[in-house]
């Protein structure tokens, strides 16, 4: 999230209001110590009550809940149906796992972040830990990214490499710690410390910011705002992300794909039993029998249209032009989906969520 993004402006007013909630309790200023550093009030809601206090047990709450799959791709939905022409140019997805880092720490994740729509996406990868702050008695989030390009290949290629990463390898990110709390009911808050996060650390020119997160069982809220004058402040990009649910199944596909008019001959079927993609708009390429790419994608995405009571899934096919050539609904909820195109045939099925 910690990069140069395009904002999808029709959120503003929703990204206004939970940041005014956000604050709540906290007065219009943010309530900050001698040294400029983010007080535990700064983020604490006044109706806020007694959470874990066990760091162990807070830590592996927020590791747990904060992995994952997300994508903003709703918000890029709905973008796209008030008829915003370039929404799929905000579409933002956060691959988050937890590695094995030790020079950094108990939690470690890997953050694999990808920008635009596929076929056209920016990959970005960073690390990132967190450690319990007695001196706060809160939750801090330490960011790190990577200083040449090397690195960064050999790590993206290479999991084991992190098990030996130090980090004298890594560019940290002064200033920009995120500062967790876990409020009464189950949510959790973050925030940097107001002022002291310089922009060119997040890869922007000058001045500094201040992030802000919210982060449900299944969605997590950002928000970058920038002080422009004396006690103003103006939204630089925000994002709603939806966690991701994940599928698995098999496919079936005819030789001659689309252009198909005849059965083809026993055991000409490409086929795979290997599917695996998510409902934050995951695609995969079908690949053919002997392994390379047959140029037909499958994409499944949680959509909701403006008026509707509920959200739903949409699985589509689409050909090598980036054409589609059609889809299928299902429930948002649901646990299978089939589909048979003569040409194509496809079985998905849900995998277990687990209780964060």
């Not at 029998?289 to 037909?296: C, V």
């Not at 299928?328 to 277990?352: C, E, H, K, M, S």
């Amino acid at each position: 999230m910690r990069q140069q993004m395009s904002l999808a402006r029709h959120v503003g007013s929703l990204a206004a209001v939970w940041l005014a909630t956000l604050l709540a309790g906290c007065g219009s200023t943010l309530s900050t110590r001698d040294d400029g550093t983010l007080s535990t009030s700064a983020i604490r809601s006044e109706t806020a009550g007694p959470a874990p206090t066990d760091p162990d047990q807070l830590l592996a709450e927020l590791a747990e809940r904060y992995q994952g799959q997300w994508s903003n791709q709703a918000e890029v939905f709905a973008a796209s149906e008030n008829g915003q022409q370039d929404a799929a140019s905000s579409l933002v997805s956060q691959q988050i796992e937890a590695i094995r880092a030790p020079q950094f720490g108990r939690r470690v994740f890997r953050v694999r972040i990808s920008f635009g729509a596929p076929g056209q996406q920016r990959q970005r990868l960073r690390l990132t830990r967190f450690a319990y702050d007695s001196s706060r008695s809160l939750v801090r989030q330490d960011v790190y990214g990577f200083p040449d390009a090397n690195g960064y290949i050999q790590l993206a290629a290479e999991s084991e490499a992190w098990a030996e990463l130090s980090p004298d390898r890594l560019r940290p990110s002064p200033g920009c710690s995120i500062w967790w709390q876990r409020r009464d009911n189950g949510r959790w808050v973050g925030a940097t410390d107001p002022g002291q996060c310089a922009a060119a650390e997040l890869g922007e020119s000058t001045g500094s910011v201040t992030e802000w997160l919210q982060l449900d069982a299944d969605a997590m809220r950002y928000q970058q705002v920038r002080q422009v004058a004396e006690g103003q402040t103006a939204v630089d990009r925000q994002f709603e992300f939806q966690r991701a649910r994940s599928f698995t199944g098999w496919f079936a596909l005819h030789p001659q794909g689309d252009k198909a008019t005849t059965a083809p001959a026993v055991g000409a079927w490409h086929t795979g039993r290997n599917l695996q993609l998510h409902d934050q708009g995951g695609s995969v390429v079908l690949p053919r029998g002997d392994g390379t790419p047959s140029g037909y994608r499958l994409e499944l995405a949680r959509l909701h249209y403006p008026g509707q009571a509920r959200s739903f899934l949409r699985l589509s096919f689409i050909d090598a032009n980036q054409r589609s050539l059609g889809y299928v609904f299902a429930t948002d909820d649901a646990r299978d989906i089939g589909v048979n195109l003569g040409w194509l045939q496809v079985g998905l099925q849900a995998q277990p969520a687990v209780a964060r």
